[in-house]
T-cell receptor
């Protein structure tokens, strides 16, 4: 089936540093998402992105977070500066349509485990 | 907003036994329901997408039951085998959002012992 690739699978950084998480979405998909999962808890929506713009974000999407997809390359999540509470697994997803009816299927990557020391 | 509770967080069964994972949700406007399977180190794999008008949905080796009155969704694995060992997540999509925003359960780690 369609594959979403996330690079790297693990990242360890010191608090205050910048980190960029990369996502290679399904090639013909137009909508992109980031979800955050703290260990033992459920995955929570961070942001969705379409046509170069953030369409919707949750309260978890702090000012230190930003997303972009320059020139159709990787869809990235940047955190600058990082904080201890940013330690989590970040999942990228993509979909073909917006799913305004709720029916759209999201295809997920395998996640990037971020550890902030 | 929507809240989804998934039980149990961990489940261990013997090969050939059935395994049942249940999610309850709060938003009566929820229309689409998803079950994902995640093996260690792998991406979430869509098992089934369920529309609210269908109460019983059968897949390969499993059944998804939807009880709209009780706002409960369950995944029943019949005759589990070791390859079913994975984390399972339910997700609920509400039509009140303008874009697809899933609310996930916390997951169930299933271990199937030979």
């Amino acid at each position: 089936g369609p594959k979403v690739l996330q690079i790297p699978s693990h990242q360890i950084i010191d608090m205050g540093q910048m980190v960029t998480l990369n996502c290679d979405p399904v090639s013909n998909h137009l909508y992109f998402y980031w979800y955050k999962q703290i260990l033992g808890q459920q995955m929570e929506f961070l942001v969705n992105f379409y046509n170069g713009k953030v369409m919707e974000k949750s309260k978890l999407f702090k000012d230190q977070f930003s997303v972009e997809r320059p020139d159709g390359s990787y869809f990235t999540l940047k955190i600058q500066p990082t904080a201890l509470e940013d330690s989590a697994v970040y999942f990228c997803a993509s979909s073909l349509g917006s799913g305004a009816s709720g029916a759209e299927t999201l295809y997920f990557g395998s996640g990037t485990r971020l550890t902030v020391l | 907003g929507e809240q989804v509770e998934q039980r149990p967080p961990h489940l261990s069964v013997r090969e050939g036994d059935s395994a049942v994972i249940t999610c309850t949700y709060t938003d009566p406007n929820s229309y689409y329901f998803f079950w994902y399977k995640q093996e260690p180190g792998a991406s979430l794999q869509l098992l089934m997408k369920v529309f609210s008008s269908t109460e019983i949905n059968e897949g390969q080796g499993f059944t998804v039951l939807l009880n709209k009155k009780d706002k409960r969704l369950s995944l029943n694995l019949t005759a589990a085998h070791p390859g079913d060992s994975a984390a399972y997540f339910c997700a609920v999509s509400s039509i009140s959002g303008s874009f697809n925003k899933l609310t996930f359960g916390a997951g169930t780690r299933l271990a199937v012992c030979p």
